[in-house]
Structures are given as structure tokens and as C-alpha cells.
């Protein structure tokens, strides 16, 4: 599984340029949607224009699943901007996109995931509470993450 989890993106994305490089992007900003601050989604768009990346924007939390699954399918990187976790979380799991997600992720797909997009990717996203508030409309029975990786991201740490 191809993974690449950060805490800001637009400060190390030039690092992996080579898997960006003229290749489709599915830019997940859903996560952002609730938050105050957003200036970490247009820079994301910026760098990936300047890495030479074709960018398709989708909002999970709106999108009928057919049109998720087409845009998924077709990308090469599926990216998750920072934001709110919990509101991810149950977007993707109420969407069953979090089953599309894996099933591209288990074609070798890369996905990038910024703060919010790499928490998710933990067993539990429960440990992020102290940062990140639930959402009142949390539809969720439990804390469960993508359970991608053995350990959970701390992004922001100092």
C-alpha cells in the first residue's frame, strides 16, 4: 500500500513530485468543509498545478457515490486535505467510500493524506478528540479509522 501522510502538504509534497508528475489527482477537500481556516486547501491546489498534476476536485459528503467511484477509479492519487477527522470519517463511512478507497488503495494507488486525510488512516480516530471537535451530526456508532496503519498520526506536534 502506497501511503504518504503529513501534517501540510504544501511543505513536502515536493518531495514525491515523481508520483505527481502528470498524473490525475482526486483532491478530497470534505474534511475543510466545516472549518474556519481553509488556507491550507489552496496551496495544496497550487502545488499540485506546479508539480504538473491533473487535479479533479470532489466533495464526498455531496457527490452521489457513482460519480466518487468514476473520479477514484480514474485517478492515479487520491489526496485528503487536513480539516475536521470526525467529519471525514463518517462521510466516508456513510458514503461507502471508505471501502472504494481501499479497494483502489489494494491497485497500488498512492494516497496522500494531510492531517485530518492521514488520522483517518489509523485504527481509531478516537485520540484526535482533544483536537479535533465531533461534530454534533456525527452518525457514527464508534471511533473506528481506515485501520491502514499499525500506528496514529500526531500531525502538528509542536
Do not use: W
Not at 39 to 49: E, I, Q, T
Request: hydrophobic share 40%; glycine share 8%; aromatic share 10%.
Amino acid at each position: 500500500m502506497k501511503l504518504f501522510l503529513c501534517s501540510h502538504f504544501s511543505s513536502v509534497g515536493s518531495l514525491i513530485k515523481e508520483e505527481i508528475d502528470n498524473k490525475k489527482v482526486a483532491f478530497i477537500p470534505t474534511a475543510s468543509l466545516r472549518e474556519g481556516y481553509t488556507g491550507y486547501v489552496g496551496s495544496a491546489r497550487k502545488l499540485f498545478n506546479k508539480l504538473g498534476a491533473a487535479v479533479t476536485e470532489i466533495d464526498i459528503s455531496t457527490e452521489a457515490y457513482l460519480t466518487i467511484q468514476s473520479v477514484f477509479e480514474d485517478a492515479d492519487v487520491i489526496y485528503f486535505t487536513g480539516g475536521n477527522s470526525f467529519f471525514l470519517m463518517d462521510q466516508l463511512r456513510k458514503t461507502g467510500t471508505d471501502e472504494l478507497l481501499k479497494q483502489e488503495l489494494a491497485k497500488g494507488k498512492l494516497m496522500i493524506g494531510e492531517s485530518a486525510g492521514a488520522i483517518i488512516c489509523a485504527p481509531t480516530i478516537q485520540y484526535i478528540e482533544q483536537m479535533d471537535k465531533k461534530p454534533e451530526d456525527y452518525s457514527q456508532e464508534d471511533d473506528a479509522g481506515l485501520d491502514l496503519i499499525d500506528f496514529y498520526v500526531l500531525p502538528h506536534y509542536l
